[in-house]
């Protein structure tokens, strides 16, 4: 008896953002899925970043990988060591992964990537000197909790996040075509392009698909929007995520 699980020829829309999003699509290929690459949001890492002596920080939060990745690509083009006696708090595994790159411990990761698990951390209960690694925007909750339980917080902004250039055909064609079964959101930012970068008239086709979503928030943010067929994930478990709805009434 054959218990391999595929994807069955399933269309998946890969909405993570260019460089981001291959490793996904090829395990979906090899699922026997369909990946179609519809990047939502570009990664524009800054040029004027103001860095603090780091040799006064006790404790660097990064929240992405792509965070990490703008950072210290800075730190090497302008030559600027990282101590290692900074605590390194990373908001997940992936961003984890992407530290171990730079040859930077991670000290802690909260069970579940989010900013309410990171921040019931019992080494930021009582925080010191904090460097806050981000993006521009995003949630205030992390500086905002940490300011109120006084630490002396830094924050410096890494990367903005931008709408790509969007082929219209494509688009057109998606949707005229039916030719998505699931819609793969990662952010509340790609969820608002989404609903920009498709005209008004295929925002009801878009309301009729099955989206996946990585977070309760977001699950929320869908939600609002008038979607229905929410698929709830983790950002590690996207691919198991996906042979589960495929294989849900074998």
């Known amino acids: 008896m054959n218990n391999i699980k595929t994807l069955s020829g399933l269309s998946i829309l890969n909405t993570r953002p260019e460089g981001q999003n291959k490793c996904l699509s090829a395990q979906i290929i090899t699922a026997e899925g369909i990946a179609i690459e519809l990047p939502l949001l570009e990664i524009e890492p800054l040029s004027d970043i103001n860095v603090p002596n780091l040799n006064t920080i ?53 069970l579940k990537a989010d900013s309410e698990h990171l921040l019931q951390l019992k080494t930021l209960q009582q925080p010191g000197k904090i460097l806050l690694i981000k993006g521009e925007g995003g949630r205030p909750l992390i500086a905002e909790t940490l300011i109120k339980r006084q630490a002396s917080l830094t924050m410096i902004d890494v990367y903005r996040r931008c709408l790509p ?62 979607i229905t067929h929410i698929i709830h994930s983790q950002p590690n478990n996207i691919l198991e995520t996906l042979l589960d709805f495929a294989n849900k009434d074998s």
């Open 58 to 110: 006790d404790q660097a939060i990064f929240v992405s990988s792509n965070a990490v990745q703008a950072f210290f690509k800075f730190l090497q083009r302008n030559r600027i060591s990282w101590p290692n006696h900074i605590e390194v708090i990373a908001i997940g595994k992936s961003t984890g992964d992407t530290l171990r790159d730079y040859y930077v411990t991670t000290h802690h990761t909260p």
């Open 165 to 226: 250039k969007i082929n219209s055909q494509k688009i057109n064609s998606l949707w005229h075509d039916d030719a998505v079964d699931i819609i793969l959101l990662t952010s509340e930012q790609s969820l608002q392009h989404l609903f920009k970068v498709f005209p008004t008239q295929a925002h009801p086709w878009l309301r009729s698909k099955n989206i996946l979503v990585i977070s309760e928030r977001l699950a929320k943010a869908a939600a609002a929007l008038g």
